[in-house]
């Protein structure tokens, strides 16, 4: 009975996130160097904005973006999956977020090398940058731009 109002609470009052979707959260699996402190910084990141993180420390990141199909090109510090993607380096949550919204035909996301500003790289100086959506043919494009 008291299911069925809050259902109906939910309905009457018109909230913007689906009855289904309440209490749901994604996970992301991280493989990271074990040394490597900006990879935990991105990892509290993503935590802080609603993912749930598992992270493994591996000796050698570049076998998880041969596995995940992700190119030595976009290469950074970490790799991710989430929701079926590759999420490679310092991948802002918001673009996860609206990648997992949108659910475009694409390998993943990229922040190639480690651009300083991006989550888990903040400092006294910000970057410009680029998240790039990438395709399994080694193609991509410009998704977001970041201090531009």
């Known amino acids: 009975m008291q299911r069925i109002t809050a259902i109906l609470a939910a309905a009457i009052l ?3 996130t689906p009855i289904a979707a309440l209490g749901q959260q994604t996970v992301v699996e991280v493989y990271k160097s074990p040394t490597c402190g900006c990879c935990t910084d991105w990892i509290k990141h993503l935590q802080r904005n609603g993912f749930i993180v598992k992270a493994h420390d591996v ?3 570049s076998a998880y973006r041969a596995k995940f199909g992700v190119s030595d090109e976009l290469g ?3 790799t991710a999956m989430a ?3 590759a ?3 310092h991948v802002p949550a918001r ?3 609206r990648l997992l919204a949108e659910r475009p035909e694409a ?3 990229a922040v190639p090398s480690m651009p300083l500003g991006s989550p888990g790289m903040e400092g006294p100086r910000s970057d410009p940058y680029e998240v790039l959506l990438f395709q399994a043919d080694g193609k991509y494009a410009v998704y977001q731009k970041y201090g531009n």
């Open 14 to 16: 018109g909230f913007s």
């Open 87 to 89: 999420i490679e380096g």
């Open 83 to 85: 929701g079926g993607y």
């Open 107 to 109: 390998k993943g996301l």
């Open 95 to 97: 673009e996860i977020k």
């Open 76 to 78: 950074s510090c970490h």
């Open 59 to 61: 000796r050698d990141t």
